[in-house]
């Protein structure tokens, strides 16, 4: 067969983008293009799984500060409690010092905790870690002892260098006023609160440390430490507002992860911090397998790729005939070759030639409810126009009553069709018709246990109380403020019945005089004729003096979509 000028010029542009060469080449390239891919998803998972674990980090770094916290908060409670039980004791009571003294130090000595009595100027009237009747001067921390008393609670003291132990220290004053005794204190060196700072349990590398009112470390643990006393980084302090949370800031803070704790009840903060690398080692780990994993992987798979070349050409002309068969709109089945990416191939094209005979059918069923709506809405709009065509007086009229029920009819198709005709909530229904007349919203009230609609209960219930507000409107309680009305529902069995029955009730009150109409017109005849037949029910409209009562009664079945309806709009 000889071909015409032009149709190989496609082959000739292909040739020139894609040279010449065996399958074997195309193949490797084809490892290539297969496996690069991979290896990106693996690292974007592995990725995902590095922002996952410092999510986790950063849980657990607020965790490890908070249990910090909550173990010096234990230290600092036993020794407020210690006071308490202190400014009880009958020496104290009878200025009787030296029998408190004495008392007080033996039981406390063990306890690394030392007391001391002062009086409102500060002057130490005692002290535990000097003999009894040594010369004692004014308390070092006086603006503790003074924010303790105004405060008139147990307060603690930043760390500061006392002047009877040369140590750094730190008090727990308790306000008292006993005799001579304006403050009672506890005082303890600060390196026997650094025993609880431990790094025990967090990764390598990290620190702890307990932080001051005024920003200074009263203890610190681990591989940065901060000597006692010595402030903590100012840029990072008035940052830590939180009860507990993490910092992280890479201008301030380079790799590395914050986590802080408010010590409850007290000034003071729990504080670790680290380098983030040490607690995703891990990680790191598993980046330097990836890269050689996939190096030896790639070798392989271009080996493999040579190696099963002239398997290939088969399976291609295979697939080629597949596609060949699909385009004609057949359902073709997969086949089973020796290459799996072939056979992803020839799966995808299965599943492609099911998917587009399950789209066809698809469009011909929408395209037949479609008509089958389009048909019914028609046939509601003709009925509709007609009944009215005998009512109105004039062309006016009938435009503007034809003109507010179409916008009552398409209130519910512009509901069914945001929720793809599969019906909606009886509340919303209700809602999206009386938005039609804002100004009466106040006046409704509504009461009933919410539940969904068939596509026809919408469109018919919608059209019912459309019709029932638009008549309250005009004539009834919503045409007055002063008028109400109550739209409400509720289930009943009825008799020796099964059956679930529905009763859905308008009722007006406080309206103009009511008077029973001479004539129906298309209202009466939607709100009691037309919604009993739609409802396969009962409708009962009593002109009460009172106001218009208006009653549906119908089989709940009729009007609920349940799980077996809600297939099938």
């Known amino acids: 067969m000889r071909l015409r000028h032009g149709e190989n010029a496609p082959m000739k542009m292909s040739a020139r983008i894609f040279p010449k060469a065996s399958i074997g080449t195309y193949l490797i390239a084809m490892a290539l293009a297969t496996s690069l891919p991979i290896f990106a998803l693996v690292a974007l998972l592995l990725g995902q799984l590095e922002d996952n674990q410092r999510s986790i980090l950063r849980r657990e770094t607020a965790q490890d500060a908070t249990a910090l916290a909550r173990s010096v908060d234990r230290q600092l409670q036993d020794m407020a409690t210690t006071l308490r039980l202190l400014s009880t004791s009958p020496e104290l009571e009878s200025n009787d010092f030296a029998a408190f003294h004495t008392r007080t130090e033996t039981a ?44 008139g609670r147990i307060e603690a003291s930043d760390v500061f260098q006392g002047r009877t132990s040369g140590e750094w220290v730190y008090n727990v004053t308790m306000p008292l ?46 591989a940065s430490s901060i000597g006692f006393g ?19 800031n890479r201008a301030v803070l380079p790799n590395t992860m914050l986590g802080y704790a408010q010590i409850p009840g007290w000034s003071w903060k729990a504080v670790i911090w680290g380098p983030v690398a040490s607690a995703q080692a891990s990680i790191l780990t598993t980046w330097r397998f990836l890269i050689i994993g996939g190096i030896a992987l790639l070798s392989v798979a271009i ?82 126009m007609r009944q009215l065509a005998k ?18 009819l398409s209130r519910s198709i512009e509901l069914l069709t945001s929720e793809q005709w599969a019906g909606a909530s009886l509340r919303r229904v209700i809602d999206i018709h009386l938005q039609a007349f804002p100004q009466a919203a106040q006046q409704i009230d509504i009461i009933g246990k ?96 009172r106001g218009l009562r208006w009653e549906l009664t119908a089989p709940r079945r009729a009007l609920e979509r349940t799980a077996s309806t809600s297939g099938t709009a």
């Open 108 to 151: 406390l000595r063990a306890n690394t905790l030392f007391v001391i009595a002062v009086d409102a100027s500060g002057q130490q009237l005692l002290n535990t870690r000097v003999d009894y009747g040594t010369t004692l001067g004014r308390t070092t921390n006086m603006a503790a002892v003074k924010a303790a008393i105004a405060s």
């Open 177 to 222: 006023q006993l005799g001579r005794v304006a403050a009672l204190i506890i005082t303890q060196n600060a390196k026997d609160l650094a025993k609880l700072v431990s790094t025990e349990g967090l990764p390598a590398g990290w620190s702890a440390a307990i932080v001051d009112q005024g920003g200074h470390v009263v203890a610190s643990a681990g």
């Open 230 to 248: 010595q402030p903590f980084d100012p840029r990072i302090l008035p940052s830590l507002i939180e009860s507990s949370g993490v910092y992280e």
């Open 303 to 384: 080996l493999a790729a040579y190696a099963v070349a002239r398997q290939v050409r088969t399976t291609i002309r295979s697939i080629a005939d597949m596609a060949n068969r699909l385009g004609r709109g057949h359902i073709v089945a997969p086949i089973d070759t020796s290459v799996i990416e072939a056979n992803q191939v020839a799966v995808a094209l299965s599943n492609a030639s099911f998917d587009r005979s399950q789209t066809e059918d698809r469009l011909h069923f929408v395209m037949n409810e479609l008509v089958h709506r389009t048909k019914n809405l028609l046939a509601l709009a003709q009925a509709m």
């Open 391 to 408: 009512q109105a007086g004039t062309v006016e009229e009938f435009q503007a009553a034809v003109a507010d029920r179409l916008d009552g």
């Open 450 to 545: 919410d539940f969904m609609l068939k596509p026809e209960a919408v469109q018919n219930l919608g059209l019912t109380l459309h019709e029932l507000a638009t008549n309250s409107i005009k004539y009834g309680a919503l045409s007055v403020p002063q008028g109400r009305v109550r739209l409400y529902w509720q289930n009943f069995q009825e008799g020796d019945r099964s059956e679930e029955m529905l009763r859905v009730t308008w009722e007006e009150q406080n309206g103009p005089p009511v008077k029973t109409p001479e004539r129906s017109g298309f209202g009466t005849t939607v709100i009691k004729n037309h919604a009993a037949a739609a409802f396969s029910g009962s409708v009962q409209v009593d002109f009460l003096p």
